[in-house]
């Protein structure tokens, strides 16, 4: 049975090691390679050579624990061609041998084991030489073939997988021990592998591995890898020049790193020419040719794409996008691991190929516009950033600020890697208060609950409001004064589009009065809406009051992809960033799921839409337009601390956020990009940066329509009005709220025809959805004319107390059982 690879045996003195090596050496030049590899020679140990016995010789493993080699993982734009980053602790990309150069392969071969198809895993005669001149260090005489180099770079490897740093030190000591009874002892070991290995394995195959696992240059291993770095093709494609230059790194990869030191590597390349040539594998002429050629010339060198910093280089402002996908990947890819560490070891040694689903167009567009609207360096320190989903998928599709993402300890003053589009658990921020855009989650509930977008409410702004005023699961919440203000001025009677379409915080208070306030954050939680993380806590938003108006943090990636259901016409779908994760071998690994489901009702989605599209009638007048169907809302938080814009069309959802990033501090009287703003809004910069990115990014798109809003939604199911008009005040709020609806009376009286202290007027009339408010204004009886001879009248048979609805214009007085009459 093969003894298995492992880790120092019984110890011993080094000229008792050195003996030993010289025993098995010469039964290997005397007797054949194969006999050494099985047995220690008698002769050695009778003669008394070493007192080590063949059981301690037999002790040396013939197995070799392998594994698959480390590789470098890639993450890919969602075109599949576009490499974000990559990710490794050893850069290596593994190849067939049928896929690297065969002069490749002789160059290694001239350079590092000339008799690599004469042995059987060792060379007795080059080590006999190394061990008589006591050079049995890889670097002098040729002591370790090819094989035995293989079975070293295993060992480290094995050795790097070692769970504690201690384990990690000792292992690769015994790895790489090179001095005295451990290095002795090392190429006994490494000689007894190779031996085993050779009868495993063809050539062919022990040359593919080592030009895989070998280091040619810092931090890159193998030969694919090489070939791309210094050269910019692969290894099928070499040259002699470039196969020559990588041949000569790997004895020292630092020193002959042709980046870091072109002069030793030129020299180092010239020897190897000069090996290949007296070997045979390239002419006089070739060698002439290419000694005389300037490494310099020959270099077409790769940028490096490790880590997340270096995606800004293949798509502007995409390293915040990169580092959330590594998040994800850690946070949540279970496939790849049960645990944290576990994932992150997969992402740096997996050979992972990554696609992702930023769209490059889109990325860089966000990038500039984001940067347009808050320059990086501008003076004021404003942060904005923006994020984009796809409706119906939940792909995010851009993600942007106006910094540049840094992810290390010295950075500068507007660099970071706090991701402020993302939770806490994803990009280290805490979100910001949303403002008004939270509103829609209460229009949500308002059409859910069956009102419309044309139910008019008393949207006045009151002294008097406390959160005893308002219902939370179905009780009235404690008593506690609520300070309010509008930044529309004092509010007034409003339909419900009025009030979104102007952001009017007390209208909103209004509806906030008739809900449930469980209901809508409930709502708004069953489109993903939840507390961003860290310094804004965990979970649902609360049922109180100021949440109406979006008090509490929320992370812009949550809205854009909570809005996203409005455009999709009620499917809700979890934001995703990774479409498809491989490793090198095809393996393909479950990546978190969008679980899109329908969530709205496909006519409340629609009203939804309606009522978010009038946004450039009110808050975004000032702003342009885009020419094709979009909605949204504005967002503003009391003191102009955070600003908003969430906005839609049926093929992308976006928010904007601009805000001072690290505190909570009012935007006012301030200079951004050049223009003087007295007080920032969501008009100010968010809106007019969403118009700008997604007018540039649909522009030759498809722009459909949303689909229109049914009658119910807008208008609610309408009943009877009762017709007032001439009742007492008392009269006439009584027979109004008894048919359902609300009253609103204007004390000031107005001039009229009917007598003071009567209903001169009423609004709406006719028909309207129940809980309508009806506008009652009061005659002051100034245009009464004056009353007709009673005679005349009499005459005239007229009925001088008709009874109800009989002469009042046909509309009868709310307790007729016929229906409204001809006017």
């Given at each position: 049975?093969?003894?298995?690879?492992?880790?120092?045996?019984?110890?011993v003195n080094?000229?008792?090691a050195?003996a030993?090596l010289?025993?098995?050496?010469l039964?290997?030049?005397?007797?054949?390679?194969?006999?050494?590899?099985l047995?220690?020679?008698g002769?050695?140990?009778?003669?008394?050579?070493t007192n080590m016995?063949?059981?301690?010789f037999?002790e040396l493993?013939?197995?070799?624990?392998?594994s698959?080699?480390?590789?470098?993982?890639?993450?890919l734009a969602?075109?599949?061609k576009?490499?974000l980053?990559?990710f490794y602790?050893?850069?290596?990309?593994?190849?067939?041998?049928?896929d690297?150069?065969?002069?490749?392969?002789?160059a290694v071969?001239?350079?590092?084991d000339?008799?690599?198809?004469?042995h059987?895993?060792?060379d007795?005669?080059?080590?006999?030489?190394?061990a008589?001149?006591?050079a049995?260090?890889?670097s002098?005489?040729?002591?370790?073939?090819?094989?035995?180099?293989y079975?070293?770079?295993?060992?480290?490897?094995?050795a790097?997988?070692k769970p504690?740093?201690?384990e990690?030190?000792?292992?690769?000591?015994d790895a790489?021990g090179?001095?005295?009874?451990?290095?002795?002892a090392?190429k006994?070991r490494?000689?007894k592998?190779?031996?085993?290995l050779?009868q495993k394995?063809?050539?062919?195959?022990?040359?593919e591995?080592?030009l895989?696992?070998?280091q040619?240059?810092i931090?890159l291993?193998?030969?694919?890898?090489a070939?791309?770095?210094?050269?910019?093709t692969?290894?099928k494609?070499?040259?002699y020049?470039q196969a020559?230059?990588?041949?000569?790194?790997?004895r020292?990869?630092t020193a002959w790193d042709?980046?870091r030191?072109p002069k030793d590597?030129?020299d180092r390349?010239?020897?190897?020419l000069?090996?290949m040539?007296?070997?045979?594998?390239?002419?006089?002429?070739?060698?002439?040719?290419?000694?005389?050629?300037?490494?310099k010339?020959?270099?077409k060198?790769?940028?490096?794409?490790?880590?997340?910093?270096a995606?800004?280089?293949?798509v502007?402002?995409?390293?915040?996008?990169c580092?959330?996908?590594?998040k994800?990947?850690?946070?949540?890819?279970?496939?790849l691991?049960k645990?944290?560490?576990?994932r992150?070891?997969?992402l740096?040694?997996g050979?992972?190929?990554?696609?992702?689903t930023?769209?490059?167009?889109?990325?860089?567009?966000a990038d500039?516009q984001?940067k347009k609207g808050?320059?990086?360096?501008?003076?004021t320190?404003i942060?904005?950033s923006?994020?984009?989903?796809e409706p119906?998928?939940?792909?995010?599709?851009?993600m942007a600020e106006?910094r540049v993402?840094?992810?290390?300890?010295?950075?500068g003053?507007r660099e970071t890697?706090v991701?402020?589009n993302a939770d806490?658990?994803?990009g280290s921020a805490?979100g910001?208060?949303p403002?008004?855009?939270?509103?829609?989650?209460?229009?949500?509930?308002w059409?859910?609950?069956g009102?419309?977008l044309?139910d008019r409410?008393?949207?006045?702004?009151?002294k008097?409001?406390?959160?005893?005023?308002?219902?939370?699961c179905?009780a009235k919440l404690?008593?506690?004064k609520?300070?309010l203000?509008?930044?529309e001025?004092?509010g007034g009677?409003?339909?419900?589009?009025d009030?979104?379409?102007?952001?009017?915080n007390?209208?909103?208070?209004?509806?906030?009065?008739?809900?449930?306030?469980?209901d809508i954050?409930?709502?708004?939680s069953?489109l993903?809406?939840h507390?961003a993380?860290?310094a804004?806590?965990?979970?649902?938003?609360?049922?109180?009051?100021?949440?109406?108006?979006?008090?509490?943090?929320?992370?812009?990636?949550?809205?854009?992809?909570?809005?996203?259901a409005?455009?999709?016409?009620?499917i809700y779908?979890?934001?995703i960033?990774?479409?498809t994760?491989?490793n090198a071998?095809g393996?393909k690994?479950?990546?978190p799921?969008?679980n899109?489901?329908?969530?709205?009702e496909?006519?409340i989605a629609n009203?939804m839409n309606e009522g978010l599209?009038?946004?450039?009638?009110?808050?975004?007048k000032g702003v342009a337009?885009?020419?094709?169907a979009t909605?949204?809302?504005?967002?503003?938080?009391?003191?102009?601390e955070?600003t908003?814009?969430?906005?839609y069309?049926?093929?992308?959802s976006?928010?904007v956020?601009v805000?001072?990033p690290?505190e909570?501090?009012?935007m006012?009287?301030?200079?951004?990009?050049g223009?003087?703003?007295?007080?920032?809004?969501?008009?100010?910069?968010?809106?007019?940066?969403?118009?700008r990115?997604?007018?540039?990014?649909r522009?030759?798109e498809d722009?459909?329509?949303?689909t229109?809003?049914?009658?119910?939604e807008l208008?609610?199911?309408?009943?009877?009005v009762?017709?007032v008009v001439g009742r007492?005040a008392?009269?006439a709020?009584?027979?109004?709220?008894?048919?359902?609806?609300?009253v609103?009376?204007d004390?000031?009286?107005?001039?009229?025809?009917k007598?003071?202290?009567?209903?001169?007027?009423?609004?709406?009339?006719g028909s309207a959805p129940?809980?309508?408010y009806?506008?009652?204004q009061?005659?002051?009886g100034?245009?009464?004319?004056?009353p007709?001879n009673?005679d005349?009248?009499?005459?005239?048979?007229?009925?001088?107390n008709p009874?109800?609805g009989?002469?009042d214009g046909?509309?009868?007085n709310?307790?007729?059982?016929?229906g409204?009459?001809k006017?």
């Open positions: 049975m093969p003894n298995p690879a492992r880790s120092r045996g019984r110890k080094a000229g008792q050195l030993l010289l025993s098995f050496v039964v290997a030049v005397v007797g054949g390679v194969l006999a050494a590899g047995i220690l020679p002769a050695a140990v009778a003669k008394g050579v016995t063949t059981e301690t037999d493993p013939t197995e070799l624990a392998e698959s080699l480390p590789q470098k993982s890639t993450i969602a075109d599949g576009t490499v980053a990559t602790d050893e850069d290596r990309e593994v190849v067939g041998i049928d690297i150069a065969p002069i490749m392969q002789d071969i001239a350079t590092e000339k008799r690599f198809y004469e059987a895993g060792i007795p005669t080059g080590m006999l030489r190394a008589a001149k006591g049995l260090s890889d002098k005489e040729g002591a370790s073939t090819l094989t035995q180099q079975i070293k770079n295993v060992l480290i490897e094995q790097l997988n504690t740093e201690a990690r030190k000792a292992a690769l000591e790489r090179a001095d005295g009874t451990e290095g002795v090392r006994l490494e000689a592998l190779a031996i085993s050779e394995w063809s050539k062919k195959e022990i040359l591995k080592y895989n696992i070998a040619f240059g931090n291993y193998g030969v694919e890898t070939a791309q770095k210094y050269f910019s692969s290894a494609k070499l040259n020049l020559a230059t990588i041949a000569g790194i790997t020292s990869p042709p980046t030191n590597s030129q390349r010239d020897t190897v000069k090996l040539e007296q070997q045979g594998y390239i002419t006089t002429a070739e060698y002439d040719k290419g000694i005389a050629t300037p490494l010339d020959t270099l060198v790769q940028t490096s794409t490790r880590g997340c910093m995606s800004a280089s293949a502007a402002g995409s390293g915040f996008f580092d959330y996908v590594t994800v990947v850690a946070n949540d890819m279970k496939s691991g645990t944290r560490a576990d992150l070891a997969a740096n040694r050979g992972l190929t990554i696609k992702t930023i769209i490059p167009k889109e990325q860089k567009a500039k984001v808050v320059p990086v360096k501008d003076k320190g942060g904005s923006i994020v984009v989903v119906g998928t939940g792909k995010i599709t851009a106006n993402y840094n992810n290390t300890s010295e950075h003053k890697a991701n402020w806490n658990e994803y805490s910001f208060p403002g008004s855009t939270f509103k829609p989650f209460t229009l949500l509930q059409l859910k609950d009102h419309s044309n409410i008393d949207g006045r702004l009151r008097d409001y406390n959160t005893d005023q308002f219902t939370a179905g404690p008593s506690s609520w300070n203000h509008n930044s001025g004092q009677f409003m339909t419900v589009q009030a979104t379409k102007n952001s009017v007390s209208g909103y208070a209004e509806m906030g009065k008739q809900l449930d306030l469980c954050m409930k709502g708004a069953e993903g809406v507390k993380g860290g804004a806590g965990t979970g649902d938003f609360d049922p109180f009051p100021a949440n109406i108006i979006g008090s509490q943090s929320v992370a812009p990636l949550t809205m854009a992809n909570a809005f996203a409005f455009a999709s016409g009620g779908c979890d934001p960033a990774i479409s994760v491989t071998s393996k690994f479950k990546v799921s969008a899109c489901h329908r969530e709205l496909s006519r009203a599209s009038h946004v450039w009638e009110g808050t975004a337009k885009p020419s094709f909605a949204g809302k504005t967002g503003t938080t009391s003191e102009n955070d908003w814009f969430v906005g069309t049926p093929a992308r976006a928010a956020w805000g001072y690290n909570f501090k009012p006012k009287d301030v200079t951004v990009a223009t003087y703003i007295r007080r920032m809004y969501g008009s100010s910069i968010a809106a007019p940066t969403w118009s990115f997604m007018t540039s990014i522009k030759g722009n459909p329509d949303f229109k809003a049914g009658s119910d208008y609610g199911k309408k009943v009877y009762p017709y007492s008392g009269d709020k009584a027979i109004l709220e008894s048919a359902g609806f609300k609103s009376i004390t000031t009286p107005v001039a009229s025809d007598p003071a202290g009567t209903v001169a007027s009423q609004s709406p009339s129940k809980n309508t009806i506008s009652l009061i005659s002051d100034s245009q009464v004319k004056p007709e009673q005349q009248n009499n005459q005239d048979g007229q009925n001088q009874k109800p009989q002469n046909g509309k009868g709310g307790k007729d059982k016929g409204p009459g006017r």
